[in-house]
Each structure stands twice: as C-alpha cells, then as structure tokens.
C-alpha cells in the first residue's frame, strides 16, 4: 500500500463504533452526532474480512478506536480474531487500541487474555471540574481506576491529553510529575505521557486561541524541568515528537503536533470507519467506499476482493502529500471527530474489475475509476420541484402530517476583500465600527426571519443560531502572502468588448477571503437548509456594507449549504 509520495501504509485504524459515553467538547459537537443507521454499520464477520485483506497487503499494526470502543458489545471477539490472524503468521504485529477509560477498569483483565497489546488512554484533567468541562459528563475516578488496572495486568499504556489553554495548560508539570515521573505510583510506574494540540473537527467550535502549540507547551516544561532531550530513532510512523526529561532518561513524554509541524511526510496510517469506508487522511473529508463491494452478491469472494482492494489502493494513491492549515481545516467540511467512523462524502468504485499491480518496486494497488456521490444517507434528488404541484402550478409544501424532529442545516459563503479593507476589518478599524458583531446579529436576525423573506418557506422553530466571520492573517502593507488573485465574473470580458461599451475593465487585483458560516439547530417538521443560507447571506451582505468605503469592489461568493441532519433524507454533507 505505496502512494505516490512512496509513503508505505501499515497501520489501520479500526473505528469498532460511533457511539461515546463522553460528550468531548475537541470531538463532537454540544447537540452530540447524528448516527449512522444499524444496517449501514459493519458486521463483525464484515469488519475482520476487511481487516485480513488490510493485513494481507503490508498492515502490521491495528488499532481499535471509535467513538468509544469498549461500547461494542463483541469487542473481546475483535480482539481475539485478531490475534488469531497474527498466530497465522499473516504479518500483524500489533493490536492496540485507544479508550476514554470510563468503562474499562473491570474489562481490563479479559483485554489482557484476548490479545490486546497496548493501550492509548485519553485523560484531559486532574481535577473532576476541568474533566466535566472538557467531557461534559463525570468520570475522572473511573479513568484512573481503569489507568490502574492496566498497569496491575501489565498492558502497555500511553495517556493522551489534548491541551486547551482555558482548561489544562497550567497543569502540564503536574501531568509530568504524577504520570511520565510516576509520582502516583511512589515511581513504580512512569507512564508516557503525549500532549496534542487541538485539532479542527466538523461541530467542535475550533478557535485559534484555544489551542497551544507544541512551541508554547515544550517552553512552560523546559521552564520547570530544564532543556527536554530528544529520543533518537523518534521515526518510522510515529506521529508524537517524543523526548525525556533531562534528570531522568527513563522518562517518555511527547507531543502530537499536527497543526503547527505536521508528520505527514512519514504518515503510514488508513482509517476503516465503523460503516465501512476507507479514509486515507483524519483532515480530508474524502472517504471511499468498501461496504459496497463486501455485500453484492452478484461478487464471488475473489472478484469482490480485487473491487475492495481497488478502491483502498485509490484513496492510497490519491492521498496529498500533508494536510491544510488549521484555519483552512477549521473552515472546512469534516465531520465531528466521534463519527470518523460516520457517513460523510463517499465516493463508491464503479470500474468493473479493479486489478492489483505487481511491480519490482514495492508493492502498490492499481487505483480503480470512481463517481463521487453524496452522503449515502441521502436519497438521489428529486426529479421534480415540491413547490410545483403536478400541473405545475405553485404551492407551499404541505408539512402537517410529518412529526416534528431535530433538524440542523450549515451554510458558507466568502466576502473577498483588498488587503487595505481586510486589514481594517481585522483590526476593528472600520469607520462604521464593529463590523463582524454587526454581521453576526444581522445574520441571526435574518436567519429567524427566512419565512418572511422567501415565500414559500416555513416558519421554522429555531433554537439556536451560530454566525461566524474567520478572518485570515493579512501582511502589513509591502508583505505577501495570504490573497487570492481573485477576478470577478463582471468584469471577465475582452478588453475590445469593453471599447465597444465605454466599459472600464477592474483591475485584478490580490483579495483575501473572508469566510462567513451560519448553522442554523431547529425542532420542527421542515428542514432549516434556507435559515442557514438567508443567515450565512445577510451576514456577508452587512459585512460588505461595513467595508466597502475600503473596497467598493469587494466580492461575495461561493453561498451554499455545506451540511444538513436530520429529516426523512437523513444526513447530507456538501464539497
């Protein structure tokens, strides 16, 4: 499993289930996930026939995750296959998995017989108030319960903490001295510990502020234990930059720094979600399809391997060469972290038969032709227009007879700007005042005033509306870097048609896009996709009425909805 880039894949991630019993405020939006449907979900037998194949093509190690692995109620059978595949001598070396730990300390000793060999525990606090602020459940004493007996059966454990400047940062040294120096433990026990920067997720209210660098974590250390050394031989996959502390060779404390010095030049990891699609990269929203090919029946086991092993040697080959940067991630389409095993953009292999390539080289699979479709939570389009009745004429849908449910729809668009005009709106510099609080109360308002702009729209219950401006950094005047040479349609006309019109062509010239969204939550019978794109528009609209004595030629585009859940139709994720 070579890409393009010569990067060897041998590690899966298995994703065992969408559920958690935590609500993670980094992971999943506050009004939690939508969830895929039983059906669409592995089976066991599903789930471990695409796991031999992985492992028949150079996967060595897997890792279970979710959601919240330990929820599945067959996970100790997992675990036992598994290891029953690495007894054969298939190639697998190693089964780990990542838990939250909350339901773990009495299941721990059965891990241990079925052939589990490390754990990656996730702990965010010491305190139970700053664990309920990140988890918004309680359960601190369940996960140091849990981190004890994993250590009482001797399983390999690591903890993961995700800093968050308003949460944990201030208790780094105290990580250090109870866990990687062993302190709880009287020094009997030194757990790695790996600090990970906040990463941006589909629902999980990403802010720049929030998140600490790996540069800013390592000085608060360094300020308390002196220079960190480096641990040689730190590659191979490894994602955390790891080092021990100066007074003690014996410590392993690390740091996941996937925003600000990313690993992916070495990244050998695949994702297999909980419904059966492979996904390449954690920041693409690009998945593809296996599920599909596992259950055709009109596909013998050898034919519906080669159409498996087709599509995963696509979303291998297509892989990019490093992910965006964390405010282009931000901005972007994927989903809440929890539901990396959910439905999303789903491209499904349509090329008849798929073939693996042998060459001298290392072993790669030929990628296989594919249509990208929407979510497949997502009925085709309709081939007729619900506000035409069947003579054609107009009328307003009929929602009566429908019971009311949870809805939510997300809307973008971008306002380009000059570099003098994004400058002025970054700095709050603006002769009309605060622009994006006027733009965010303006895009509220609209959104709950939809129906009375759109004729045949509803009056939707809404219960939350969310605006948000993301502006970029702007170099001061004589720096580069950040614009968009951005020409609007208007003006992409030929200079002689121009002559003929006395028309004066607009200079091209570098924009910055500032990106505007509104998320609009609901309880109603209708779906709210209008309140998102009314909000999402109005806010922009305001936000060029603010600036345009900077730039009368700023420009807005790109206004679509980019999700909605929730409904008949179920989920939807735009490109």
Known sequence: ????????????????????????????????????????LLTTPELLTLCRLFISHGVDKIRLTGGEPTLRKDMLDVVRALDAMRKEGLGLNEIVMTTNGIAGARKVAGWKEAGLDGVNLSLDALDEEGFERVARRRGLSSVLATLDALLAHSIRVKLNVVVLRSVNLSHLVSFIREFALGERWCGQHKIPVRFIELMPFGGNGWERTEMVSYREMRDVLENEFGQLVEVEGNGGGEVAKTFHLPSDPSTRLGFITSMTSHFCPTCDRLRLTADGHVKACLHSGRELDLRGALRDPSLGAEEAERRIMGVVGKAVWEKEAGHKGAGELARGGNRPMVLIGGSAKVSTAVEEEPALVASSTPTGIQPSTTQTLPSSASPPDSATLTHLTSSGALHMVDVLSKPPTLRHASARCSLYLSAHAARLLRKGALAKGDAVAVAKVAGTAAAKRTWDVVPMCHMVNIGRVDVEVVIPD??????????????????????????????????????????????????????CEMEAVHGCSVAAVVLYDMCKAADRGAVISGVRVVEKSGGKSGGWRGE
Do not use: K, W
């Not at 880039?5 to 289930?17: G, M, Q």
């Not at 924009?511 to 019978?525: E, K, Y």
């Open 1 to 40: 499993l070579v890409d393009r880039f010569d990067r060897r894949h041998r590690y899966l991630r298995v994703s065992l289930t969408e559920r958690c019993n935590l609500r993670c405020t980094y992971c999943m939006p506050p009004e939690g996930a939508p969830l895929s449907p039983q059906p669409s």
């Open 474 to 527: 702007v170099p001061e005047e004589g720096e580069e870097g950040g614009a968009t040479d951005y020409l609007p349609e208007s003006s992409r006309i030929s200079d002689s048609r121009a002559a003929e019109y006395n028309y004066t062509l607009p200079r091209r010239v570098p924009r910055f896009p500032i990106h505007v969204s509104c998320s609009v939550t609901a309880l109603d019978r209708t779906g």
